[in-house]
């Protein structure tokens, strides 16, 4: 119904910066809030940051400062610039979001395939 495609992960250096994307496609009859969450090596799934559709923005303590998230609603994407990563954000990162998809016309959450991001010397 909804399908998530993530990029822009890599490898970076301590200090450096990253992009990722999240674009959503499918037949969408709304979207909801957009989101990233990270899974740290032997960790659990964590939220990074979030968007809601009606402009309200979380960030995880960890990332404060550091990471921005954006959407742009007309593409269905959203986008989280990293800067100043450290070692410890290294991590899979994963998309997800809620959306109504005009087949079920109800609420449902997303998850898209994941991109490693690896911060290190």
């Known amino acids: 119904q909804v399908q998530l495609v993530e990029s822009g992960g890599g490898l970076v250096q301590p200090g450096g910066s990253l992009s990722l994307s999240c674009a959503a496609s499918?037949?969408?009859?709304?979207?909801?809030?957009m989101a990233w969450y990270r899974q740290p090596p032997g960790q659990q799934r964590e939220l990074v940051a979030h968007?809601?559709?009606?402009?309200?923005?979380t960030y995880a303590r960890s990332v404060w400062a550091r990471f921005t998230i954006s959407r742009d609603n007309a593409k269905n994407t959203v986008y989280l610039a990293m800067n100043s990563l450290k070692p410890e954000d290294t991590a899979v990162y994963y998309c997800?979001?809620?959306?109504?998809?005009?087949?079920?016309?109800?609420?449902?959450?997303?998850w898209g395939q994941g991109t490693q991001v690896t911060v290190s010397s």
């Open positions: 997800n979001v809620v959306a109504i998809a005009t087949a079920a016309m109800s609420w449902a959450q997303y």
């Open positions: 499918g037949s969408i009859f709304r979207m909801g809030t």
């Open positions: 968007f809601t559709s009606d402009g309200r923005t």
